[in-house]
């Protein structure tokens, strides 16, 4: 590389590094999105900060009786579409910034699919990986007893997110229903089925992205059951995107990863046993017939769809331009830096943009709560009709706005969103 090289890519290091804050890049993209609406500068100041902040300190009394003082967050961005909604997050690396990026994608995610609610989102900073499942219910319950006076079925519905399970929906349930003094069984989502779960939310948010993909690859006239796929990161999202793509549509999975390794077959893999392979040794290095690959090498390869499944910043400045794929699968929330997007869209990758693309999730989290209200419960068939309709609906109108402002799908889903928040705003006089 010459001097002058040297320098540009520096500054682009740089640059991503300056934007690596999840919560500048969300603020980075409103504003991008405000120019191109031309949107009421009252109506984007607002948006440009979370509505309410909670942050509060969780004692737990730990297994060996010390006690360990944890923090914890949660961020309603906006409700002006209705109660806000969205997960809670357990992680040794949680910030504020993060749950403030996770609260507002939420609410463009909700507005985008037309859903009646806000955005919303939490956070306690902790390693579930080093707590016995007695210190996990511990801290779950404490959460909601510094809480509760802020969600409730009409105010503010958590779910799971990263290391947050039905188990801890379950407790958190509990919790709030003892204070409440009554079953309160839709103040969360992603509850077992049996306590007021919604079949089909296991798989939902593989599925909604795969329902966007079916419609982008009907617009792009590419045969799915003749396309390769290559997914990072292996757990929900990623397990299901395998076997629902070769199920659904018998497309071929030819790479697939974990925080440990990437396995490559170009003659394909049956993704029900790579995660028996993986349940049983912890990854997916060694699935029989796979060389081992890199996380990085599996972005770059030879496949039509591109699926990533795991962590935020992996498609960068760096790595954008050897992008091979034709469709950007984004189940993973923020996996691309707004450098790469712009080099993919010069590229004519068609991105499924994040609060797009894994919109599923909070879909049939909505649908759970629904059938909460009604206390009348579908079957898996319904869900997933219904599903399918949303997220069909929520694609074209991305594409519509892509195609009339000659912008980006990213761009384009910002556009509906939060022209949708903005008007809900302006209606109830608010600006
Ligand atoms: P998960 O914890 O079930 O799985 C995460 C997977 O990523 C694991 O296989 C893990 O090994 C892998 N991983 C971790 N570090 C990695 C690395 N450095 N390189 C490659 N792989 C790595 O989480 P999930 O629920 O599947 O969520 C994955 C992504 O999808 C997250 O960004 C999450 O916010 C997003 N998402 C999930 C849902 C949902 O309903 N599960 C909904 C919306 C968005």
């Not at 809670?88 to 749950?99: C, G, N, Q, S």
């Not at 029989?288 to 090498?297: A, L, Q, R, V, Y």
Request: charged fraction near 25%; charge should be neutral.
């Amino acid at each position: 590389m010459d001097i002058a090289g040297f320098f540009i890519l520096g500054r682009i290091v740089k640059m991503e590094k300056e934007t690596f804050n999840p919560f500048m890049v969300v603020q980075e993209q409103l504003d991008e999105c405000a120019k191109i609406v031309k949107l009421d500068e009252n109506i984007h100041s607002i948006l440009r900060r979370p509505m309410m902040e909670i942050h509060v300190s969780l004692p737990v009394k730990m297994d060996d009786g010390s006690m360990k003082i944890f923090q914890g967050f949660r961020v309603q961005y906006n409700n002006a579409l209705g109660p806000t909604k969205g997960g809670i997050r357990f992680h040794p690396d949680e910030t504020i910034d993060t749950v403030r990026a996770l609260a507002a994608w939420m609410t463009w995610k909700c507005a985008l699919l037309n859903l009646p609610l806000g955005g919303g989102k939490g956070g306690i900073i902790c390693n579930p990986k080093t707590m016995s499942p007695g210190e996990l219910e511990r801290l779950s319950r404490v959460y909601i007893d510094r809480i509760w006076k802020y969600i409730g079925p009409e105010e503010d519905i958590p779910a799971p997110d990263v290391y947050t399970t039905p188990q801890i929906m379950a407790w958190m349930m509990d919790e709030y229903s003892k204070i409440a003094q009554k079953n309160q069984f839709g103040v969360v989502t992603g509850k077992p089925l049996i306590l007021g779960g919604s079949p089909g939310r296991d798989d939902a948010t593989a599925r909604g992205g795969l329902y966007a993909l079916k419609e982008a690859s009907d617009e792009l006239g590419l045969d799915l059951s003749r396309s390769t796929v290559a997914i990072q990161g292996y757990g929900n999202a990623g397990y299901h995107a395998a076997s629902l793509a070769r199920s659904m549509f018998g497309c071929k999975i030819i790479a697939v990863s974990d925080s440990r390794s990437a396995v490559y077959n170009k003659e394909g893999l049956v993704p029900e046993g790579v995660l028996q392979h993986k349940l049983k040794t912890s990854s997916v290095r060694g699935f029989p017939g796979t060389k081992e690959i890199t996380n990085e090498d599996l972005l770059e390869l030879n496949a039509d769809i591109l699926v990533p499944a795991a962590l935020e910043n992996v498609i960068t400045a760096r790595n954008a331009k050897n992008i091979k794929a034709k469709i950007l699968v984004e189940l993973a929330n923020g996996p691309t830096t707004p450098e790469a997007d712009a080099i993919l869209f010069s590229k004519g990758v068609h991105v499924l943009p994040d609060f797009l693309c894994n919109a599923g999730g909070v879909t049939v989290s909505y649908f759970e709560m629904a059938q909460n209200f009604a206390m009348y419960y579908w079957d898996r068939e319904e869900v997933n009709k219904r599903l399918a309709w949303k997220m069909a609906e929520a694609y074209h109108s991305v594409l519509h706005n892509s195609k009339k402002y000659r912008i980006n799908m990213r761009q384009a889903a910002y556009v509906v969103a939060v022209s949708r928040v903005g008007e809900a705003m302006k209606l109830r006089g608010w600006v």
